[in-house]
């Protein structure tokens, strides 16, 4: 089940969605660099890390300050074209 929980802002909106595509692009990357090249490799795996971590305090920073509506098991997702936050359940 998915419902509107929130909005952001488009400043903030386009925050997450810089660290969304970063993401999926060092997710991309890592398929195809292999521990070989070691300087590239712990670049790229500190670098996932940051960014996932930018990532997921984004989130808590934005469920604190609107106080979105959150469930045990549910995860929260954006639409980018009209900044409104979801909260996605199992139900």
Do not use: H, P
Not at 58 to 86: H, L
């Amino acid at each position: 089940m998915k419902r509107i929980t929130g909005q952001v802002t488009i400043e903030e909106k386009n925050e997450i969605q810089q660290l969304f595509e970063r993401r999926n692009g060092l997710n991309e990357l890592a398929k195809i660099v292999t521990a070989d090249n070691v300087e590239l490799y712990e670049k790229l795996v500190k670098d996932m890390g940051e960014t996932g971590t930018r990532f997921q305090n984004w989130w808590d920073r934005m469920a604190e300050k609107y106080r979105w509506e959150s469930e045990e098991g549910g995860n929260w997702e954006i639409n980018f074209d009209t900044c409104e936050i979801y909260l996605v359940t199992n139900e």
